[in-house]
């Protein structure tokens, strides 16, 4: 099961939705869907996140295959979201993993401005110290 969820401004998703249905179908997916309803949405996330649990208790010799790519090559990934209009972090923050890719979305000004606005406000480094700028 692939589970693709937009966000962003309502103009324009539903072309989004409609462009992401279409290459399912011609990348051969079985079954394409989008929910009709917030509910809905809901409903197969919370399905999903209970799924490798059922199927463990269903199949006991039942392997997830969580796929990977090394780190050194994340920020060749990360800039491929941001070419496609997205950022290199959803919902997680930027972290020790993303850190030296914040140069993919940001300019050396931005980013010595907002270490200047963090050195203001934390001259000590207390907040998350050495995990928001790169070095």
């Not at 020790?96 to 406000?121: S, W, Y």
């Amino acid at each position: 099961m692939l589970l693709i969820d937009l966000d962003g401004l309502g103009a324009g998703l539903d072309a989004q939705v409609e462009a992401i249905l279409k290459i399912c179908r011609e990348a051969g997916c079985t079954e394409v869907r989008a929910a009709k309803s917030p509910e809905e949405r809901l409903k197969w996330w919370t399905i999903r996140k209970g799924a490798f649990g059922a199927a463990g208790n269903l199949a006991p010799n039942y392997v997830v295959q969580d796929g990977v790519i090394p780190r050194s090559k994340l920020t060749e990934i990360l800039a491929a979201c941001v070419r496609a209009g997205g950022t290199i972090s959803g919902e997680h923050g930027i972290g020790i993993e993303k850190m030296a890719g914040m140069n993919v979305v940001f300019t050396p000004g931005d980013l010595t401005a907002q270490r200047a606005v963090h050195d203001a406000l934390d001259p000590r480094d207390l907040s998350n110290p050495r995990k928001i700028f790169p070095v």
